[in-house]
């Protein structure tokens, strides 16, 4: 099997990757962008509340398959059940276990109890964190990271991926520099877990179990966006260890502990010898 996910194209536009790359966001991005403004014209939020969420997850993933399945003639094995309950289950302990190890760390610096935030709290953040974590994670691995990855290798396409994710969320509110670095680094953890792998399962959950432990049980800030979960919790101490308003996503303790995670898991991709070098000729055309 094709280690990129991607058969030759010798004719025709798409033996472009940009134009490849192009499609593939056409297709998972303009469902997901239908749904989020046609719930945004109903005025009742209560009606709104947790199926747009759902919908444009499901919307965005079917147009991702469609769009392997036309443009690429396969299936989209990187989705593949076969590995879902092992692999995703891995994904959402990896990255509960991770954000427990820097919140551990952050509340070194003094930690305040604020009271209990109710369990209706849960199911709202748990559709928002699962529709981040699938729809980023389709975006900038199975689109920009495996399709770039034809053209210029599995580290190159890994950095390019990571950078780019970095810099979606540059306009976050209460961002800083360190929120950008370690936002790249999350970016090569969740590249190198896809690697690791060669499916989505295991950086979904990763991505998923993060955001949703950060926000929907504890109350901390996730990248800029204020946390409303079942617990109500504030770090008390300086900025270079709390991340301040953006969250943990800024801290010193998060630096290091997706570093070490990252190279961990590029050891295990290199093991498993699913590290592509670059491959030449027309039908690697960036």
């Known amino acids: 099997m094709d280690i990129a996910h991607y058969p030759p194209a010798t004719t025709g536009l798409t033996r472009f990757t940009v134009v490849r790359i192009v499609l593939a966001l056409l297709a998972v ?37 469609y769009c392997v399945r036309k443009l690429e003639q396969r299936v989209a094995s990187e989705l593949g059940g076969a590995a879902l309950r092992r692999e995703l289950g891995m994904g959402l302990g990896l990255g509960t276990l991770l954000f427990l190890a820097v919140m551990a760390l ?18 709202k953040s748990l559709t928002e964190m699962l529709f981040v974590a699938v729809i980023e994670e389709i975006v900038f691995r199975g689109v920009l990271l495996r399709i770039t990855e034809r053209a210029v290798g599995s580290w190159a396409a890994l950095i ?12 976050n509110d209460g961002v800083t520099a360190l929120a950008v ?12 877990a ?12 990763i991505h998923f179990a993060w955001n949703f432990v950060s926000s929907g049980v ?57 590290l592509a070098p670059r491959r030449g000729g027309k039908n690697t055309t960036l």
């Open 29 to 65: 991005c303009l469902p997901v962008a239908l749904v989020l403004i046609a719930s945004n014209q109903i005025a009742d939020k209560a009606l709104r509340a947790y199926w747009p969420p759902l919908l444009a997850t499901a919307l965005g993933v079917t147009g991702y398959l």
């Open 106 to 123: 952050a509340a070194t610096g003094g930690i305040q109890w604020l009271g209990f935030g109710g369990w209706r709290t849960l199911p």
């Open 160 to 171: 390019v991926s990571a950078l780019l994710f970095g810099l979606a969320h540059v306009p």
């Open 181 to 192: 670095i370690n936002t790249v680094v999350a970016g090569l953890l969740f590249g190198a």
């Open 194 to 205: 896809y690697l690791a792998t060669r499916r989505l399962w295991l950086t979904i959950g």
């Open 218 to 274: 504890f109350s901390v800030p996730t990248s800029g966006n204020p946390g409303h979960g079942l617990l109500q919790l504030q770090f008390t101490g300086p900025t270079w260890l709390t991340g301040g308003a953006y969250g943990l996503e800024a801290s010193a303790a998060t630096l290091v502990v997706l570093a070490v995670a990252t190279a961990w898991l590029l050891r295990q991709a290199r093991r498993a010898h699913h």
